[in-house]
């Protein structure tokens, strides 16, 4: 049997024990509490100047993207303006930039461009233009956009740190009023643009040759309030074939003339009258006259037709043709009351570009007689990298009163010197376009390019 003082001292010793584990314990929690605190301090005063040594200097160049209805110089616009990332799709872009280029009264070109911000840029907008002569070479089209394009990237560079790299300068000195004071030359002209065009192309094998004579004149006289425009013209083509030792020779040949003039009434109507005349060999037409009053509508603005149009015209008018052979209705002449409508729609939108036509004429004698022609072109952009484009023209043709009533060769309709007998005409281009990878797009190299 155990002593009665052993268990005493027993539970003294588990005591002392657990005293000392739990005074350890405290006093390193105690220590660890402390420490945390210091830490936490020396990380609160330690952070500012942390953020201090960053590099607030970094250069993050803005994305642009370059949408263009038609020819914008874009190599050349990536090699002038390198401080900017200029990237393949319009949704990965902070600021798009759609560029349309048409043709103004006095033969040169009316660039419009419409800054769009996107991201950290939202809600930011801009128009810019700037107006070509006929006569500007590429190289001065070129340095007025690289112009445009920097004045109206300013707005946005002015909100990224780009901006301590951009220099601007002001001419201080001032015009002198006297020497320099702006007006208006006189135009002798009275606003009349000309152009004369004539080409002529030769082509040939050992047993084909062909020569091509292109010759035409357009007048045009355009102001705010009205336009005139006049176009003459003359076209021969010659093919010669030898095939098993038999000459085959076909000849084209068509000329006419064009006037139009056209009064504006309102920012959204407009009228006026058109003159056609044209002889061709081709549909048997010695001479066909055409005459007839036309009036307009455009649901949009006329000041807003680079960017939307949509405009519906109709004319009613007199027709006269006379022809070179008799005609399967047996006719030699024809005199033709006619109606027409047309409609017109052309977009260009940041989503794409759209231009579509589509006109109705009848005979006022016969409405059986007519046709109906539809015209597009658009190019959409449908996801990031994906676009869309189709091309085509559709007609149903019921008005062809040339058909000359002799047979002629098989060699001529396959020649097409012949026009044939149709219903309907078509042509059509779909296409689907996918663009992937690295976003960059600003790196011009033209290494062994066009090499074949």
Same mark, same amino acid.
């Given at each position: 049997?155990?002593?009665?003082?052993?268990?005493?001292f027993r539970r003294?010793?588990?005591?002392?024990f657990?005293?000392?584990?739990?005074?350890?314990i405290n006093?390193?929690l105690y220590?660890a509490y402390?420490?945390?605190l210091?830490?936490?301090?020396?990380?609160?005063?330690m952070?500012?100047?942390?953020?201090?040594?960053?590099? *607030?200097?970094e250069?993050v160049p803005? @994305? $642009?993207f370059? !949408?263009?209805?038609?020819?914008?110089f /874009?190599?050349?616009v990536k090699t002038?303006i390198?401080l900017?990332?200029?990237v393949?799709?319009?949704?990965?872009a902070?600021?798009?930039v759609?560029?349309i280029s048409k043709k103004n009264a006095?033969g040169g070109?009316?660039f419009?461009?419409?800054?769009?911000?996107?991201?950290d840029f939202d809600?930011l907008?801009?128009?810019l233009?700037?107006?070509?002569r006929?006569?500007?070479?590429?190289?001065i089209?070129?340095e007025?956009?690289?112009a445009t394009l920097?004045?109206?990237l300013?707005?946005y560079?002015a909100? *990224?740190?780009l901006?301590s790299?951009? @220099? $601007?300068?002001? !001419?201080?000195?001032g015009?002198?009023? /006297?020497k320099e004071?702006?007006?208006?030359?006189?135009?002798?002209?009275?606003?009349w643009?000309f152009?004369?065009?004539?080409?002529?192309s030769?082509e040939?094998?050992?047993n084909?040759?062909s020569?091509?004579l292109?010759?035409?004149?357009f007048?045009r006289r355009?102001?705010?309030?009205?336009?005139?425009?006049?176009?003459a013209?003359?076209?021969?083509s010659?093919?010669?074939f030898?095939?098993n030792?038999?000459?085959i020779?076909?000849?084209?040949?068509?000329?006419?003339f064009?006037?139009?003039?056209?009064?504006?009434?309102?920012e959204?109507w407009?009228g006026?009258?058109?003159?056609t005349?044209f002889y061709?060999?081709?549909s048997?037409?010695q001479?066909?006259?055409?005459?007839a009053?036309?009036?307009e509508y455009?649901l949009?603005?006329y000041s807003?037709?680079?960017?939307?149009?949509?405009r519906v015209?109709?004319?009613?008018g007199?027709?006269?043709a006379?022809?070179?052979?008799?005609t399967?209705?047996d006719?030699m002449?024809?005199?033709?009351?006619?109606?027409?409508?047309?409609?017109?729609?052309?977009?260009t939108?940041t989503?794409g570009?759209?231009?579509?036509?589509l006109?109705?004429?009848?005979?006022l004698?016969?409405?059986?007689?007519?046709n109906?022609?539809?015209n597009?072109n658009?190019?959409?952009r449908?996801?990031?990298g994906?676009?869309?484009?189709?091309?085509?023209s559709?007609s149903?043709i019921n008005?062809q009163?040339s058909?000359?009533?002799e047979?002629?060769s098989d060699d001529a309709f396959l020649?097409g010197?012949?026009?044939?007998?149709?219903?309907?005409k078509y042509?059509t281009e779909?296409?689907?376009?996918?663009t992937?990878?690295?976003?960059?797009?600003?790196?011009v190299?033209v290494?062994?390019?066009q090499?074949?």
């Amino acid at each position: 049997m155990r002593p009665c003082y052993i268990l005493p001292f027993r539970r003294f010793i588990a005591n002392t024990f657990f005293r000392i584990i739990f005074k350890f314990i405290n006093t390193v929690l105690y220590r660890a509490y402390k420490l945390s605190l210091v830490l936490a301090g020396c990380l609160l005063f330690m952070h500012p100047l942390q953020a201090q040594d960053i590099d *607030t200097t970094e250069v993050v160049p803005p @994305k $642009i993207f370059l !949408n263009c209805a038609g020819e914008c110089f /874009e190599d050349f616009v990536k090699t002038e303006i390198p401080l900017l990332n200029f990237v393949r799709d319009q949704a990965q872009a902070d600021i798009q930039v759609v560029i349309i280029s048409k043709k103004n009264a006095s033969g040169g070109q009316l660039f419009t461009l419409t800054f769009i911000g996107q991201n950290d840029f939202d809600a930011l907008v801009d128009t810019l233009t700037f107006t070509t002569r006929v006569s500007d070479t590429q190289s001065i089209m070129q340095e007025q956009l690289i112009a445009t394009l920097k004045y109206g990237l300013i707005r946005y560079l002015a909100r *990224t740190n780009l901006i301590s790299q951009i @220099k $601007i300068n002001f !001419n201080t000195s001032g015009p002198n009023k /006297e020497k320099e004071a702006i007006e208006m030359p006189d135009d002798k002209w009275n606003y009349w643009v000309f152009t004369v065009d004539a080409k002529a192309s030769f082509e040939g094998e050992s047993n084909r040759q062909s020569v091509s004579l292109n010759n035409s004149i357009f007048g045009r006289r355009i102001t705010e309030k009205s336009r005139i425009s006049t176009l003459a013209y003359y076209n021969y083509s010659r093919e010669k074939f030898n095939v098993n030792d038999k000459r085959i020779t076909a000849n084209f040949a068509d000329y006419g003339f064009n006037g139009r003039y056209v009064r504006s009434f309102t920012e959204h109507w407009s009228g006026g009258a058109i003159y056609t005349f044209f002889y061709s060999k081709y549909s048997n037409f010695q001479a066909s006259h055409q005459i007839a009053p036309a009036v307009e509508y455009n649901l949009f603005p006329y000041s807003e037709s680079i960017q939307q149009q949509f405009r519906v015209a109709y004319q009613v008018g007199y027709r006269y043709a006379s022809f070179i052979q008799e005609t399967i209705y047996d006719r030699m002449y024809q005199n033709i009351p006619y109606q027409k409508l047309s409609v017109i729609l052309d977009f260009t939108k940041t989503w794409g570009n759209i231009n579509t036509s589509l006109d109705a004429s009848t005979f006022l004698s016969n409405f059986r007689r007519n046709n109906f022609a539809l015209n597009t072109n658009l190019t959409i952009r449908l996801v990031e990298g994906l676009s869309l484009t189709l091309f085509g023209s559709a007609s149903l043709i019921n008005d062809q009163i040339s058909l000359a009533k002799e047979d002629a060769s098989d060699d001529a309709f396959l020649l097409g010197a012949r026009q044939l007998p149709t219903n309907f005409k078509y042509f059509t281009e779909v296409g689907l376009s996918y663009t992937f990878g690295s976003i960059n797009n600003s790196i011009v190299n033209v290494r062994l390019d066009q090499i074949e």
